[in-house]
């Protein structure tokens, strides 16, 4: 970022305390859990020639945990995790520990012509990975929109649960901690998917909290070739404008009519908060239209939201409306 924000006023300064305070209290009782999940085995490098291992162990990984997961009465996790072991799903990492990481490959990403990352937001987890409203249920009705628009392109896209979201009721959420480490983590995991599809341009999807991430990723992307950004449900992106993320993808955002973070204050104080809102006219992204739906329903089939970001995630950026 360039330049510094302005310093709120008392009254924003005690109401970001007054949250902060909230979500503390809210969440001391979820400490101290004890752990009964394995770590997962250290994987290959992402690349062309352990593409295939790293779905084995990937799904081996998973079919561990299930195990684990029906031995301790762990019914949400259990239910879950047997829907990840059905034919044809494939995962490019899996870490069952905490509430979970997931890594899941929708369509043929050695041979996609175009690659969409979804990157998801607050509260999501494993238990919830497959829901409509998260990022496995959403990345699969987002193929399916780009199937049907498009038959003829080559397209994947990566439901990419690759980093640790905070809860919506948690200090994290206030703060770019998760995110920091998230970016990091999502520029590994594009540098690989890279090595293994030279040939594809990617587009990252970045929803929510995901929006966070993403923003603190963007100029640290290294030869991946991302060519589309889109935010949308965001909270603000630690940037003043879209030049300052410092890349050279066309930058979109988007919010619907019915999100709650429009209310969400756009500032950054003491750590606290994300800046600037990404589809205010000065940050200079470009907007796309993104309905008139609640926070969770941007990859809801049928909306115009979900048709918008699978013509971002095609590159087809002059169909795309405003």
Wanted: charged share 20%; hydrophobic share 45%.
């Amino acid at each position: 970022m360039s330049g510094a924000h302005p310093a709120p006023g008392r009254r924003t300064r005690a109401v970001v305390a007054a949250a902060v305070l909230t979500v503390t209290a809210s969440t001391t009782a979820a400490a101290g859990h004890a752990e009964a999940y394995a770590g997962p085995a250290r994987l290959p490098d992402l690349s062309a020639a352990t593409l295939d291992a790293r779905y084995q162990a990937a799904g081996a990984e998973i079919a561990r945990a299930w195990a684990t997961a029906r031995r301790v009465r762990d019914h949400d996790r259990a239910r879950a995790l047997s829907a990840f072991l059905a034919p044809g799903r494939r995962f490019l990492s899996f870490d069952a520990r905490g509430r979970g990481q997931a890594v899941e490959v929708i369509g043929d990403l050695a041979a996609a012509d175009r690659i969409a990352v979804v990157v998801p937001g607050a509260d999501t987890a494993l238990a919830n990975f497959d829901s409509p409203k998260f990022v496995g249920g959403g990345s699969r009705a987002l193929y399916r929109q780009a199937r049907a628009g498009a038959p003829a392109e080559r397209i994947a896209v990566v439901a990419w649960l690759g980093y640790r979201p905070p809860r919506t009721l948690s200090p994290e959420v206030l703060t770019g901690g998760r995110a920091a480490a998230g970016a990091r983590a999502l520029g590994r995991f594009l540098t690989g998917v890279h090595r293994v599809n030279a040939r594809a341009r990617i587009a990252l999807l970045c929803h929510s909290y995901g929006s966070v991430v993403c923003g603190k990723a963007a100029r640290h992307l290294g030869a991946a070739p991302v060519d589309e950004i889109a935010l949308f449900g965001s909270p603000g992106v630690t940037a003043h404008r879209a030049s300052d993320l410092g890349t050279s993808a066309r930058v979109w955002a988007g919010r619907a009519g019915g999100d709650w973070t429009r209310y969400v204050p756009k500032i950054s104080f003491g750590g606290i908060g994300f800046g600037a809102d990404p589809i205010s006219p000065g940050f200079g992204a470009r907007r796309f239209d993104a309905g008139t739906g609640p926070h969770s329903a941007y990859l809801k089939p049928g909306t115009v939201a979900l048709r918008n970001l699978a013509l971002i995630a095609l590159g087809r950026d002059a169909e795309v409306t405003g």
